[in-house]
C-alpha cells in the first residue's frame, strides 16, 4: 500500500492524512456506457422486488400450533383434564394441535388392546401352547384385532389360552404406527383448532397402505431425519399420492431428507419449533422472543408449542408471544400458504446488471490486468459454487460485486461513503432479484456463499489497493518494509476481528455471545427491527477511514473495515426467507445508526488528536 498524503492539512488535524494517496481508480471509456447497462438491468430487478414484496405482505397469517402428547403430559402432571388444560392455552392464543399417529402402545393405553408377554401368559397358563419369546394381543373388539393383522406384513396366528382367543406376534408390535385417532382429530376438528398430523413409519406396513388413512388435516409434519420413504422411490410415490391437499411441513434447521420432491407437487409451510431441552434452559421471554422473531421476520406459517414443565411458565411464555406476534403485525389464525413464482424472464433481464458491474469493478482496478483476474475468478466461484445455475450464480456475482465496487470507484473523501452504499442498495435488488425463488423463500435453497459475500469483497477491495506499478515490485516493496511491534498488533487484531466477523455470519453461528449482548439483542429485537451489529460498527469505521483522519495505512484499513458494512447489507438481503421489508428496515436501522456513530466518532477523534498533538506545539514555541 502506497503511503497517503493529506492534501488540505489546514483542514485536518496535525499528521492527519487523507485517503486521497490511496491509487485512484482507472476511468475506462466503457464506465458510463456499463453503468447505463445496470441502470437498465435495475428495471426488471425492481419490478420483482415489488412483486415480491406483495407477495410477502400477504403472507403474515401463523398458528399456534401445541404438541398434544406433551400437553397431555402435563395435564395429567397436575391432575387436570386435557380439554380443559387445551381451552386454558387457547384463551392465550393457542389455535392448533399437533397429533401423533397412534401406535399399538397408544391403543393400549385407551384399553383398546391388552398385550402380554408370551413369558407372562406361559407363567399363568403353562402346557397351552404359550411361546415365551412371542407377545399376545387381545382386542377389545374383533374389528380392531382384525384391522391390525391386515395392516402388516408380520405373520400371526390365533392361540386359544384358558378359553379365550389371542393373537400371537412372533415380536413386540407396540411400536408399530397404528393410524389416526380419528375420534380426536374430528373433535378437534369441531372445535376449529388447525391441525398437524405426525405419522409414523415401518417396514412391516406395506407400500400401498402407506398414508390411506391419513385424517383429512391442512398440514402433514414428518417426524426425524427424512420424510416417509425417502430411501425408497415406490415409497416416497405413494407418499406423495397419499399427501393429496394437504401441505408439508417444512422444519426450520431440519429440512428432511425427501420432502423437498414432495414440495414440488404439494408446497410447504415453514414450520419454527424449539427442541424441549432447550426450551427449558431458557426464559419464557426469550422463547416468546423467539418465536415472534420467526413469525415477523423469518416466515414461519405454524408455531410448534410445547408446555413448560409448570404451567404458570407456560401462561407466561403464550402470553407473551401473542403480545409480541400482534405487535409485529402477525395475525394468529388458519394460514393460506401461497408461492413466489417470480418470471424468467424478468430475471434473466436482470441478470445482465451484476455481470456488467463485475465488469466495471475489472476495468476500475489500477492495475487493469489484476482486476479483469480478479473479476474472472469471481465469475468462476460463483458459477462453481451454484453448479452453473445462472441465476443463483449471478445472485452472487451482485451480491460480492457491488459492496465492493463504490469504494473501488471512488474513495477520496468522505461523501464517497454515500455512494458506496447507494451502489450496495442496487445491489440488493438484483440480489432479490435473482436469488428469491420458490425454493429459497420457503428456505429449502440457503443462499451458497453466504460466507464469500462477507470475504471476496474484502479482498477485491483491498487488491485494489496495490499501487499502479509493477506488482512484482510492490511484492518486493512489501518484503522488504520495516515492520514494527505495533503493525504486528494491528494485523493481529484486524486478524481477528475478520474471523469474528465471518464466524458469526448468519442466524445460527458457532460464535459465543455475552449475556449482556444477548439480553440486549432480545430487547430491542421485541421492540424494533434489530440492525446487525456488524453493520452499526462497520460503518462508522468506514466513515472514519475516508476521512483520513487517521494517519499512514490506517486509513486504508479502516476503509477496509467499512467494506464489512457494505458487504452485511448484501449478506442481510441474502436470507430470502426473512421478508424483503424487514431486512430493509434492519438495514436502514443500521445505516443511520452507523452514520451517526461515525460522525460522533470522528470529532471525538479529532479533538484527541489536537489534544494530544497541543503540547508539542507549545514545546516547539517555546
Request: hydrophobic share 45%.
Amino acid at each position: 500500500m502506497c503511503p497517503v498524503t493529506d492534501s488540505t492539512p489546514s483542514a485536518r488535524p496535525p499528521g492527519a492524512l487523507t485517503p486521497a494517496g490511496l491509487p485512484r481508480a482507472t476511468r475506462h471509456p466503457w464506465t458510463s456506457a456499463l453503468l447505463i447497462v445496470i441502470a437498465l438491468s435495475l428495471i426488471p430487478a425492481l419490478i420483482l422486488a415489488v412483486q415480491r414484496v406483495a407477495y410477502e405482505q400477504a403472507q403474515k397469517t401463523t398458528a399456534l400450533v401445541m404438541d398434544y402428547p406433551a400437553l397431555v403430559t402435563q395435564a395429567r402432571r397436575f391432575g387436570l383434564d386435557p380439554q380443559a388444560l387445551l381451552d386454558k392455552y387457547r384463551a392465550l392464543g393457542v389455535n392448533g394441535v399437533a397429533l401423533y399417529e397412534d401406535t399399538i402402545a397408544s391403543l393400549e393405553q385407551r384399553g383398546e388392546v391388552y398385550l402380554k408377554n408370551g413369558s407372562d401368559l406361559a407363567a399363568d397358563f403353562p402346557n397351552q401352547g404359550v411361546k415365551t419369546n412371542a407377545v399376545y394381543m387381545r382386542a377389545a373388539t374383533p374389528a380392531i384385532a382384525e384391522a391390525l393383522r391386515q395392516r402388516y406384513t408380520i405373520p400371526t396366528r390365533d392361540v386359544t389360552v384358558d378359553g379365550k382367543t389371542w393373537v400371537e406376534w412372533p415380536s413386540d408390535p407396540r411400536y408399530l404406527p397404528a393410524g389416526p385417532d380419528t375420534q380426536k382429530v374430528n373433535a378437534f376438528k369441531a372445535q376449529g383448532l388447525v391441525l398437524v398430523y405426525r405419522p409414523y413409519q415401518d417396514e412391516a406396513v406395506p407400500t400401498a397402505k402407506v398414508g390411506t388413512d391419513w385424517p383429512d388435516v391442512p398440514f402433514i409434519a414428518f417426524t426425524g431425519d427424512e420424510v416417509i420413504g425417502a430411501r425408497t422411490p415406490e415409497l416416497l410415490a405413494q407418499v406423495d399420492k397419499a399427501i393429496g391437499t394437504r401441505m408439508p411441513a417444512i422444519i426450520e434447521g431440519n429440512i428432511q431428507k425427501g420432502l423437498e420432491e414432495l414440495v414440488i407437487d404439494h408446497g410447504g409451510a415453514r414450520l419454527f419449533a424449539l427442541a424441549p431441552s432447550w426450551q427449558n434452559q431458557l426464559d419464557p421471554l426469550d422463547v416468546a422472543s423467539k418465536y415472534n422473531l420467526a413469525g415477523r421476520e423469518r416466515g414461519m406459517r405454524l408455531m410448534y408449542l410445547r408446555p413448560y414443565p409448570t404451567i404458570n411458565e407456560t401462561v407466561d411464555m403464550l402470553t407473551r408471544t401473542q403480545s409480541l406476534l400482534k405487535s409485529s403485525g402477525v395475525k394468529i389464525g388458519t394460514p393460506t400458504v401461497q408461492f413466489f413464482t417470480p418470471s424468467p424472464v424478468l430475471k434473466a433481464l436482470s441478470m445482465i446488471g451484476p455481470l456488467a458491474a463485475l465488469l466495471l469493478l475489472g476495468l476500475s482496478f489500477p492495475l487493469a490486468r489484476l482486476g479483469m483476474i480478479a473479476a474472472g475468478v469471481t465469475v468462476l466461484i460463483a458459477f462453481g459454487l451454484n453448479t452453473l445455475h445462472p441465476f443463483e450464480s449471478a445472485a452472487l456475482v451482485a451480491a460480492v460485486t457491488f459492496p465492493a465496487l463504490g469504494l473501488i470507484l471512488r474513495r477520496s473523501k468522505v461523501t464517497d461513503w454515500f455512494l458506496a452504499t447507494g451502489l450496495s442498495l442496487v445491489g440488493v435488488l438484483f440480489v432479490s432479484a435473482l436469488g428469491a425463488s420458490r425454493e429459497s423463500t420457503l428456505g429449502l435453497e440457503p443462499f451458497r456463499g453466504v460466507g464469500l459475500t462477507l470475504l471476496l469483497p474484502l479482498t477485491l477491495v483491498a487488491l485494489s489497493f496495490l499501487p499502479r506499478q509493477d506488482i512484482r515490485k510492490t511484492l518486493g516493496d512489501i518484503y522488504a518494509a520495516p515492520i514494527r511491534l505495533g503493525d504486528v498488533a494491528v494485523m493481529a487484531l484486524g486478524l481477528a476481528l475478520v474471523a469474528l466477523v465471518y464466524e458469526r455470519r448468519g442466524n445460527a453461528t458457532g460464535g459465543s455471545v455475552s449475556d449482556f449482548e444477548y439480553s440486549l439483542r432480545r430487547d430491542v429485537q421485541d421492540s424494533i427491527i434489530r440492525p446487525r451489529f456488524k453493520e452499526v460498527f462497520a460503518h462508522p469505521l468506514g466513515l472514519l477511514g475516508l476521512t483520513g483522519t487517521l494517519p499512514g495505512y490506517f486509513s486504508g484499513l479502516l476503509i477496509l473495515a467499512g467494506v464489512v458494512g457494505q458487504s452485511s447489507i448484501l449478506n442481510t438481503f441474502s436470507h430470502f426467507h426473512t421478508p424483503f421489508l424487514i431486512s430493509a428496515a434492519r438495514v436502514f436501522i443500521g445505516l443511520g445508526l452507523g452514520l451517526a456513530l461515525g460522525v460522533a466518532m470522528t470529532a471525538l477523534l479529532r479533538f484527541v488528536l489536537r489534544a494530544w498533538a497541543a503540547p508539542r506545539r507549545d514545546l516547539a514555541r517555546a
